[in-house]
C-alpha cells in the first residue's frame, strides 16, 4: 500500500503541469454530454427547426427563380392601364364578398387581407350600398321620370327641402335636387329623410338655391351599381363617352336651364374650387384657368367669367380625392 501511494505522488509530480488541461477537459466533456442528453430529449424540437430551414431555403429559391421571369416594367404598366376599370371591379367585388363574411362594411387591407370600412364618413372613397338601398335608388329614379313629367312643383310641394331636379338628356342621371343647412344631412339621408347610404343629390348650403351663381355646386355620392353620381365614373374611364353624352338639365319651379359637360378631373377634397362657391366670384377666372390647365379632356370650350358654370362633385376610392365635372350653361 504504501508503495501504492508513493506510485502516485510520483506520476502526479511527473506531470503536474498537464493537470490543469486535464481538468478543462473533464468540465467540457462533461458539458458536451449535457447537450447531448437535451438534444436526444428535445430531438422532436430540433428535427421542426431543421425541416423549417429547408422549406424556407427552398422558397427563397423559388421566389429568386420567378423574380428572374417578371415582364418588363413598361410592359407591366401598360396592362395595368388597360386593366384598370377589371380592377376596380374586382376590388369592388372583394369588398362585398367580404362585407358578407364578416358582417362588417370594410375597405381592402393589404396587410391582412380583411376590408374595413366605415360608411358613417361621408368622405368615403367608395360609397357601398346594400340590395334595399339599390332597390330604394331605382324606386326613387323611376319616381323621377314621373315628377318631371307632371312638374318639379308637385315634388317640391311634398319635400320642402328640394330646390329642383337635375336630369342627363340620355337618362343616365336623374334625381332630385335636395338643399340643406349644411353639406352634412343629405350625405347620409335621402329625399324623403330617411337614414341611407345612397344619400341625396344636394346642393351646397351656400348656393344659391336658383342656381343664378357663377359656380353652382351639386354633390352626389359615387355608388358602386352606379346610381347617384356612381354614373360619373363612366366619362372617366372612357374619355369618348363625354361626345354622346354632354347634356343635362337643371329643372325648377320657375324653368329650366340646359348645360353642356366640358371638363373633369380629380382634385384634393380641401381644393379651393370648393371655395369659389354662392356670391363668392372673386376667384372665377383663376377657378376657370384652373379648369383648362387640369382637365383630363381638351373640348376646346373655354367659359368666360360671365357664364353659369354648374360644379358636380363625387368621391373616389381614395379618401383624399374628389371627382369633379363642370358643365357650362348653353340654353334657359
Not at 466533456?29 to 429547408?54: D, E, G, P, T, W
Request: hydrophobic share 40%; net charge negative; glycine share 4%.
Amino acid at each position: 500500500m504504501q508503495s501504492f501511494l508513493s506510485k502516485i505522488k510520483d506520476f502526479n509530480n511527473k506531470h503536474r503541469k498537464i493537470a490543469p488541461f486535464i481538468i478543462w477537459i473533464e468540465i467540457i466533456l462533461i458539458f458536451l454530454a449535457s447537450i447531448m442528453k437535451n438534444i436526444c430529449r428535445h430531438y422532436k424540437i430540433l428535427l421542426a427547426v431543421v425541416v423549417v430551414l429547408i422549406v424556407i431555403g427552398i422558397s427563397a429559391r423559388h421566389l429568386a427563380s420567378v423574380e428572374s421571369k417578371t415582364p418588363e416594367e413598361g410592359s407591366v404598366v401598360a396592362a395595368s392601364e388597360e386593366m384598370s376599370v377589371v380592377e376596380e371591379a374586382l376590388q369592388e367585388a372583394t369588398v362585398e364578398a367580404s362585407n358578407e363574411a364578416s358582417g362588417e362594411e370594410s375597405l381592402i387591407n393589404v396587410d391582412s387581407a380583411v376590408s374595413e370600412t366605415s360608411m358613417e364618413n361621408v368622405d368615403s372613397a367608395v360609397s357601398e350600398t346594400s340590395l334595399e338601398n339599390a332597390d330604394a335608388a331605382a324606386s326613387l329614379e323611376s319616381t323621377a321620370s314621373l315628377y318631371v313629367d307632371s312638374g318639379i312643383s308637385e315634388f317640391i310641394k311634398a319635400h320642402t327641402e328640394a330646390v329642383g331636379w337635375i336630369k342627363f338628356e340620355d337618362d343616365l342621371i336623374s334625381y332630385p335636387i335636395m338643399q340643406a343647412e349644411d353639406n352634412s344631412k343629405y350625405a347620409i339621408e335621402d329625399a324623403d329623410g330617411n337614414d341611407s347610404e345612397t344619400g341625396a343629390i344636394f346642393l351646397d348650403y351656400r348656393s344659391s338655391a336658383d342656381f343664378s351663381d357663377s359656380n353652382t355646386i351639386i354633390y352626389g355620392h359615387n355608388m358602386r351599381d352606379r346610381s347617384m353620381f356612381g354614373a360619373l365614373k363612366n366619362y372617366k374611364e372612357d374619355l369618348g363617352f363625354l361626345d354622346d353624352h354632354k347634356y343635362f338639365q337643371i329643372i325648377t319651379p320657375e324653368g329650366s336651364g340646359r348645360y353642356m359637360l366640358f371638363a373633369f378631373m380629380d382634385v384634393p377634397k380641401n381644393s379651393y374650387i370648393y371655395d369659389v362657391c354662392g356670391d363668392n366670384t372673386s376667384r372665377m377666372r383663376e377657378f376657370l384657368d384652373t379648369i383648362e390647365y387640369k382637365t383630363y379632356i381638351d373640348t376646346g370650350i373655354e367659359p368666360t367669367v360671365d357664364d353659369k358654370i354648374i360644379t358636380l362633385s363625387t368621391c373616389t376610392q381614395k379618401d383624399d380625392l374628389f371627382f369633379v365635372m363642370f358643365a357650362v350653361k348653353v340654353d334657359d
